[in-house]
């Protein structure tokens, strides 16, 4: 079973920046792609940014490519999200999410992925 921990949300205004962390417990991290998903208020829950289990591949959510960027730390069982450029509408609940796969792969369905946090909120005023 593995635990998930996100940090890092807060209230920023719009152009502000702000990193999230994951952190992992109770299994292998490196065996697991992460991914960061988000859900605002009303909507369903969205595909952020997604990276394999080395870190060597990514993929990102066409609504915040060139403004945040997915990493990891397998020495520290940790994922982060830093989100530059902020928009209120990136206003949401950010969750990341793991998901036992191979080398290279990176899962954007939320349906397949096998263990959540619980979640922190991100609000961005205008």
């Known amino acids: 079973q593995v635990q998930l921990v996100e940090s890092g949300g807060g209230l920023v205004q719009a152009g502000d920046s702000l990193r999230l962390s994951c952190a992992a417990s109770?299994?292998?991290?490196?065996?697991?792609?992460m991914d960061w998903f988000r859900q605002a208020p009303g909507k369903e829950r969205e595909f952020v940014a997604g990276?394999?289990?080395?870190?060597?591949?990514?993929n990102y959510a066409v609504f915040v490519k060139g403004r945040f960027t997915i990493s990891r730390n397998n020495a520290k069982n940790t994922v982060y999200l830093q989100m530059n450029s902020l928009k209120p509408e990136d206003t949401a609940v950010y969750y990341c999410?793991?998901?036992?796969?191979?080398?290279?792969?990176?899962?954007?369905?939320?349906?397949?992925?096998?263990?959540w946090g619980q979640g922190t909120q991100v609000t961005v005023s205008a």
């Open positions: 999410a793991a998901l036992r796969a191979g080398p290279g792969v990176v899962e954007e369905r939320k349906e397949v992925m096998d263990y």
């Open positions: 109770g299994g292998t991290f490196s065996t697991y792609a």
């Open positions: 990276t394999s289990r080395g870190g060597t591949k990514r």
